[in-house]
T-cell receptor, first 111, second 116 residues
Framework: SQQGEEDPQALSIQEGENATMNCSYKTSINNLQWYRQNSGRGLVHLILIRSNEREKHSGRLRVTLDTSKKSSSLLITASRAADTASYFC???????????FGAGTTVTVRA | EAQVTQNPRYLITVTGKKLTVTCSQNMNHEYMSWYRQDPGLGLRQIYYSMNVEVTDKGDVPEGYKVSRKEKRNFPLILESPSPNQTSLYFCASSWVAGGSGTDTQYFGPGTRLTVL
């Protein structure tokens, strides 16, 4: 069953703009991860945020986690054409060995 | 180079003809997993393995089998493929963080399977 749901399903922005996507989940988690997938290829891990963390940064990426709302957001600042990809959130529930993925947000960065 | 490899990358087969998709990782990871990806559904877990000889069902295990005889290999077996198993399949591996779960997963390049 899908634990995470991303919003929006698709996003189109101009190069240089910021892109924000959200992920909501249903049950308590140990951590939440964001992955990127370039068209038809394998997923690449971007960032992991644990349930006791509220914000994390990695380069142009900023992730927030609000466990009270069961939601997370991924912000990509100063987007580039190379950021065009699908982005997935994945949650690992407490005391569970599985990662559950959402359906993803497709981001298109226009030059 | 640390990697997860899958073979074949592309496969077209017919209903009922048994097939195996291989997956191998060179990072000595304990945890390995198979996912299928279908449009609009994201990734759904088929089976996973916490270590050698330890496997368990994911969310969509029907019609699939796996084995984990060696730490590095985790083949996916379709004994009698059907058209609804046409999909993009990914293998992934990771450490078992703290012995109680999995964190960052490393994905293979994917296998695109078509069952006619």
């Amino acid at each position: 069953s899908q634990q995470g749901e991303e919003d929006p399903q698709a996003l189109s922005i101009q190069e240089g703009e910021n892109a924000t996507m959200n992920c909501s989940y249903k049950t308590s988690i140990n951590n939440l991860q964001w992955y990127r997938q370039n068209s038809g290829r394998g997923l690449v891990h971007l960032i992991l945020i644990r349930s006791n963390e509220r914000e994390k940064h990695s380069g142009r990426l900023r992730v927030t986690l609000d466990t009270s709302k069961k939601s997370s957001s991924l912000l990509i600042t100063a987007s580039r054409a190379a950021d065009t990809a699908s982005y997935f959130c994945a949650t690992r529930r407490s005391n569970d060995y599985k990662l559950s993925f959402g359906a993803g947000t497709t981001v298109t960065v226009r030059a | 180079e640390a990697q997860v490899t899958q073979n074949p990358r592309y496969l077209i087969t017919v209903t009922g003809k048994k097939l195996t998709v291989t997956c191998s990782q060179n990072m000595n990871h304990e945890y390995m997993s198979w996912y299928r990806q279908d449009p609009g559904l994201g990734l759904r877990q088929i089976y996973y393995s916490m270590n050698v000889e330890v496997t368990d069902k994911g969310d969509v295990p029907e019609g699939y089998k796996v084995s984990r005889k060696e730490k590095r290999n985790f083949p996916l077996i379709l004994e009698s493929p059907s058209p609804n198993q046409t999909s993009l399949y990914f293998c992934a591996s990771s450490w078992v963080a703290g012995g109680s779960g999995t964190d960052t997963q490393y994905f293979g390049p994917g296998t695109r399977l078509t069952v006619l």
